[in-house]
C-alpha cells in the first residue's frame, strides 16, 4: 500500500540552527502538506501546497519557515532559525486530486530544539 | 480558535462494547468530516468520513453520524476491541478548498480487554 515517507524520525538542533524536514507524498497525489503537533496539543496546519506553490499558510508559517518541491517526488520543510517553541512533531500529508478525498499521513518527524 | 472541539479527553471502554466519540463544530460553512486515528510515534490515520449530504457513514464496526443542526458528529465502533486503544482525532476541511484539515484535540480512547 502506498504510504507517505518521513525522514528523519528524529532531530536534535541547537537554537538558531537551520533544519529541513523531508517528506516522500504517495507519488501520484497531487496537494500536500504540513502539520505540526506540540506535545499535549492538537494537530495544526502549517502550510498547503500544490501546483508548485504555496496555496495557503497558517500564522504559524512566517518568514522563518519554507516549502520546497524539488523535484518530483520530494516535499521539504525548512526552518531557517530554529527556537526552543518549534519543537514538535511534524507531519507530511499528501492528498489525491478531488475536492474531498481524505489526506494520507507520514509517520512525523519528531523535531527537539535544544 | 477551536472551530472544531473533543470535549471529552479520554474515554474507557470494556472490549466488546460499544466506543462512543464525539465531536462538535462552530463553523456552518465546514461541508466534509473525517476522523484520524493515532497511536503514539506514529501519524494519524484516516479511518472514515462523512459528507454534510449525508447524515451516516458506516464502514465495517466504525460509524460516523453528523447532526448538522447541532453541529454535532460522533464515532461508534462496535464491537470495541484492544487494538482499537489509541487517539481519535475528529477534523473537518477548512472553507478555502485548499485541503487544509482542522482538528479536534483528541479523544484517548483505552479498551480493556
Known amino acids: 500500500e502506498p504510504e507517505v515517507t518521513q525522514t528523519p524520525s528524529h532531530q536534535v538542533t541547537q537554537m538558531g540552527q537551520e533544519v529541513i524536514l523531508r517528506c516522500v507524498p504517495i507519488s501520484n497525489h497531487l496537494y500536500f502538506y504540513w502539520y505540526r503537533q506540540i506535545l499535549g496539543q492538537k494537530v495544526e496546519f502549517l502550510v498547503s501546497f500544490y501546483n508548485n506553490e504555496i496555496s495557503e499558510k497558517s500564522e504559524i508559517f512566517d518568514d522563518q519557515f519554507s516549502v520546497e518541491r524539488p523535484d518530483g517526488s520530494n516535499f521539504t520543510l525548512k526552518i531557517r532559525s530554529t527556537k526552543l517553541e518549534d519543537s514538535a512533531m511534524y507531519f507530511c500529508?499528501?492528498?489525491?486530486?478531488?475536492?474531498?478525498?481524505?489526506?494520507?499521513f507520514g509517520q512525523g518527524t519528531r523535531l527537539t530544539v535544544v | 480558535d477551536q472551530q472544531v472541539k473533543q470535549n471529552s479527553p479520554s474515554l474507557s471502554v470494556q472490549e466488546g462494547r460499544i466506543s462512543i466519540l464525539n465531536c462538535d463544530y462552530t463553523?456552518?460553512?465546514?461541508?466534509?468530516f473525517l476522523w484520524y486515528k493515532k497511536y503514539p510515534a506514529e501519524g494519524p490515520t484516516f479511518l472514515i468520513s462523512i459528507s454534510s449530504i449525508k447524515d451516516k457513514n458506516e464502514d465495517g464496526r466504525f460509524t460516523v453520524f453528523l447532526n448538522k443542526s447541532a453541529k454535532h458528529l460522533s464515532l461508534h465502533i462496535v464491537p470495541s476491541q484492544p487494538g482499537d486503544s489509541a487517539v481519535y482525532f475528529c477534523a473537518a476541511y477548512g472553507s478555502s478548498n485548499t485541503g487544509k484539515l482542522i482538528f479536534g484535540q483528541g479523544t484517548t480512547l483505552q479498551v480493556k480487554p
Open positions: 500529508a499528501s492528498r489525491d486530486r478531488g475536492r474531498r478525498t481524505e489526506a494520507f
Open positions: 463553523n456552518s460553512m465546514f461541508d466534509y
